[in-house]
């Protein structure tokens, strides 16, 4: 609704201009982000260099809510002059992170171990997640519009399953992680060697299914003709060989999950399969 006030909240930590930064809650029914964000700030670390740290959206937050208006990470570069709260607050989010390198934090219903998401055409933001602790980083470009991975140099991850404590504790080793491999922190990071995926559809579910199964694993190849899911009314075949990437059987109300394919075991692969600009033609 138009004129409400809706601010992120960013907090500045070191000293200097930042170009570093850890986004957390830009859906508020992921407290995860946001509660790793307090826990870092609350051991008032002795950062090396400055780092923001912005909670994206606050009224969607105390709402316990995806979003009030719009999916916030549907809308970017956003708009100031939108009558959706999470338009504005994109626009707001995109200016308070300017060319910064950006670890933002979300939390999924269908995996524990967590995921880095990336655009297919921002270099800094693979180079930044091929480091980071995860097992697999996906790009998601060819399936999702206006994410905040769109913006150059940011790397989303899905830290784990929402409302868990160990979504929290993944979120809180991330950002140190992240800190340190951006040499905020001391100390040599801890480092993942993640394969990579390139996110290439949907899996529909019916909106009435009704005790709905999941026969597979994400990322683990399923092949042409494997029945993958179930309903109390229908089985689910595989047309085509793909590998699942949040998939579940609750976590949305009309798809499975998503559909990928593999990019390869380095980076220097998968941006040979996305082709990824080279980094000095951000
Ligand atoms: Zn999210």
């Known amino acids: 609704m138009f004129g409400e006030r809706a601010e992120v909240d960013a907090t500045v930590l070191g000293d200097g201009d930042p170009d570093l930064a850890v986004v957390g809650g830009i859906h508020g029914d992921e407290p995860s982000g946001v509660r790793a964000i307090r826990h870092v700030l609350d051991t008032e670390p002795d950062l090396e260099r400055a780092v923001k740290f912005v909670v994206a959206n606050p009224p969607a937050g105390v709402a316990h809510r995806r ?70 980083v996906v790009n998601h470009d060819p399936v999702v519009d206006g994410a ?46 993640p394969d990579f995926h390139t996110l290439t559809g949907s899996v529909e ?7 709905p199964q999941l026969l597979v694993d994400n990322f683990r190849e399923v092949s042409e003709g494997t029945t993958y899911a179930t309903t109390s009314d229908a089985e689910f075949v595989a047309d085509d060989s793909f590998y699942p990437i949040l998939m579940s059987e609750t976590g949305y109300d009309h798809i499975f999950g998503y559909r990928g394919r593999r990019a390869g075991d380095s980076l220097q692969e998968a941006r040979a399969a996305w082709g990824t600009p080279l980094a000095g033609d951000e």
């Open 67 to 136: 979003y009030l208006d719009v999916d916030m990470n549907r809308v970017f570069p956003g708009d100031p002059d939108s009558p959706d709260r999470e338009r504005r607050l994109a626009a707001q989010l995109a200016d308070e992170i300017g060319g910064s390198i950006v670890l933002s934090l979300h939390s999924t219903h269908s995996s524990t171990n967590p995921i880095a998401f990336v655009s297919g055409k921002h270099p800094d933001a693979q180079a930044v997640a091929a480091r980071l602790p995860v097992e697999h």
């Open 148 to 193: 905040f991975t769109s913006c150059k140099r940011v790397v989303s991850v899905e830290v784990g399953r929402q409302l868990t404590d160990a979504a929290t504790t993944n979120a809180t080793k991330l950002v140190r992680s992240f800190l340190r491999m951006t040499d905020a922190l001391p100390d040599e990071p801890t480092t993942g060697s």
């Open 205 to 211: 579910k019916p909106a009435d299914a009704e005790d």
